[in-house]
């Protein structure tokens, strides 16, 4: 996006352009070709959906062309994970590239671990725990329920009188894999009937795609999986900064 004279603009290809992506069949195609992309332009051209789509259709509700209708639908299929993981912007990381992040942005820590050892804060811990149970054993479940993000704001405390930040926090655990947005529902009234806006479902990745997949990487150090997401940009767009890259991405961690 660009502002000029205060206005908000959409970067994009010409109608008639053949390198336009013209469904979200095409977008997912993209996305696993390259291996995660962003939502939005960034400080590195041409990583982004945004300037490989037309610009004509955002926020027109037209399920065949809105690319914002799109990303719903590809959350919705579970092909790719969506979420925001770049720079706290959203965006798309495949099912080949998501144990790479997850073991990067957590730096080796489940969530559990993470607050035992007393890096998680209790906000953190409050929607984890709507999301995350534990069988007899103590083992933990990741629950599959679909709450709506309007719900669960409520059931975890967070809004007038109560917790700060939802948006802030669950933002924050989306950027360390520890959520990902897995689906969009509209509300439904007292009388059965939807209303308003689309609001999204978030999940833990583990009770989308499973534990295993998820940490697939676990057997290497946070740098290595740091080194080969940060060298696989570099590869797809070789004029890109490191600082700009970084910026998307994330800093190296600590191991």
């Not at 209790?122 to 149970?133: A, F, H, P, S, T």
Request: net charge negative.
């Amino acid at each position: 996006m660009d502002v000029i004279n205060g206005e908000w603009y959409m970067r994009g290809l010409d109608w008639n352009d053949p390198l336009r992506i013209r469904t979200y069949k095409e977008l997912v195609s993209r996305i696993k070709k390259v291996g995660f992309l962003p939502l939005f332009s960034n400080e590195v051209n041409g990583f982004s959906a945004e300037e490989h789509v037309s610009p004509n259709f955002w926020w027109t509700g037209d399920r065949a062309q809105d690319p914002w209708v799109w990303r719903e639908i590809i959350a919705s299929e579970r092909e790719v994970a969506y979420g925001k993981f770049f720079g706290g912007r959203a965006g798309f990381i495949s099912l080949e590239w998501l144990p790479y992040f997850a073991n990067y942005r957590r730096d080796g820590y489940d969530f559990d671990s993470r607050w035992e050892e007393g890096i998680a804060n209790r906000r953190e811990k409050l929607i984890m725990d709507k999301l995350v149970g534990y069988d007899a054993d103590g083992d933990v479940i990741w629950k599959d329920e679909e709450i709506l993000t309007t719900n669960l704001k409520k059931l975890c405390g967070f809004g007038k009188g109560g917790e700060k930040n939802f948006p802030g926090i669950t933002t924050g655990l989306m950027m360390q894999t520890y959520l990902v947005i897995a689906d969009f529902h509209r509300r439904v009234s007292k009388k059965g009937e939807e209303y308003g806006m689309p609001v999204s479902v978030m999940l833990p990745p583990e009770a989308v795609w499973g534990y295993d997949l998820v940490t697939s990487a676990y057997g290497e150090t946070p740098t290595v999986s740091w080194k080969r997401i940060i060298t696989r940009v570099k590869e797809v767009f070789p004029d890109a900064d490191d600082v700009d890259i970084i910026k998307l991405i994330g800093k190296a961690p600590r191991k």
